[in-house]
C-alpha cells in the first residue's frame, strides 16, 4: 500500500458523459500527479498540481481538467467522454523535500467508456 | 520534450537466470530515473531509482546502472524467481529542489520468469 487512494475504483459510463476521479496523496505530500494508462499509448503524464497550483501539463486533453483542494486531494474531471478514453487513470504524489523524487502511485481507476 | 525508449518489449527467462532491461533517454537534463514494477491490474510500484550523479546502485537482487554520457540505463535482475514476473517500466524525469516533474516513461518490458 502506498499510501495514495483513489475513488472509485471502477466507473463505466456511455459516451458524451463526464465522470470525475478522485485522489488523495500520501500524508504531507505536496504534489499531486496524473496519468493515463492504455494499451496503445503507454503510461502518460496528463497534469501535476503542487500545493494547489498547476505546476506543469502533459498531453491532457481539453476536455480534461483537474484542480488540487486546500486539503490537498485532487479531482480529475473527464468530459464529453470518447471510447478513446477508456484506460487505467492513475494519480502518484511525491514527498516534498530537498532530497526526494520518488512518486508513488495510487490504485487507480479503471474507466470503461461505452 | 523528453522520449524514452525501452527494450526488449517482452522477455522471458527461465527462474534463476538473470534478466536485463535497457532504457535510453534523449533529455541531457534528466537527472532522476526510477523502474516501477506493475502486475496485470495493478498499480505501478517503485522498485528501485537513480540519480544522475550516481553510476550503480544495487538492491539485494535488483542493481540499476547509469551511462550519463551514452543516455542510458539498465535495470539488472539476478536469480530471478516466478514473482519477478511483471511489467517493468523505465521513466526518467528531471528533479529540482523540493520537488520533481513529470515522469516520461518507457513502453513497458513484459518479463515472464519460467519455473
Known amino acids: 500500500d502506498s499510501g495514495v487512494t483513489q475513488t472509485p475504483k471502477h466507473l463505466i459510463t456511455a459516451t458524451g458523459q463526464r465522470v470525475t476521479l478522485r485522489c488523495s496523496p500520501r500524508s504531507g505530500d505536496l504534489s499531486v500527479y496524473w496519468y493515463q494508462q492504455s494499451l496503445d499509448q503507454g503510461l502518460q503524464f496528463l497534469i501535476q498540481?503542487?500545493?494547489?497550483?498547476?505546476?506543469a501539463k502533459g498531453n491532457i486533453l481539453e476536455r480534461f481538467s483537474a484542480q488540487q483542494f486546500p486539503d490537498l486531494h485532487s479531482e480529475l474531471n473527464l468530459s464529453s467522454l470518447e471510447l478513446g478514453d477508456s484506460a487505467l487513470y492513475f494519480c502518484a504524489s511525491s514527498p516534498t523535500s530537498g532530497s526526494t523524487y520518488e512518486q508513488y502511485f495510487g490504485p487507480g481507476t479503471r474507466l470503461t467508456v461505452t | 520534450g523528453e522520449n524514452v525508449e525501452q527494450h526488449p518489449s517482452t522477455l522471458s527467462v527461465q527462474e534463476g537466470d538473470s534478466a536485463v532491461i535497457k532504457c535510453t533517454y534523449s533529455?541531457?537534463?534528466?537527472?532522476?530515473f526510477p523502474w516501477y514494477k506493475q502486475e496485470l491490474g495493478k498499480r505501478p510500484q517503485l522498485i528501485i531509482d537513480i540519480r544522475s550523479n550516481v553510476g550503480e546502485k544495487k538492491d539485494q537482487r535488483i542493481a540499476v546502472t547509469l551511462n550519463k554520457t551514452a543516455k542510458h540505463f539498465s535495470l539488472h535482475i539476478t536469480e530471478t524467481q516466478p514473482e519477478d514476473s511483471a511489467v517493468y517500466f523505465c521513466?526518467?524525469?528531471?528533479?529540482?529542489?523540493?520537488?520533481?516533474?513529470?515522469?516520461?516513461f518507457g513502453k513497458g518490458t513484459l518479463l515472464t520468469v519460467n519455473p
Open positions: 533529455d541531457s537534463a534528466s537527472n532522476y
Open positions: 498540481y503542487y500545493n494547489g497550483e498547476e505546476r
Open positions: 521513466a526518467a524525469s528531471i528533479g529540482s529542489g523540493g520537488s520533481n516533474y513529470k515522469l516520461t
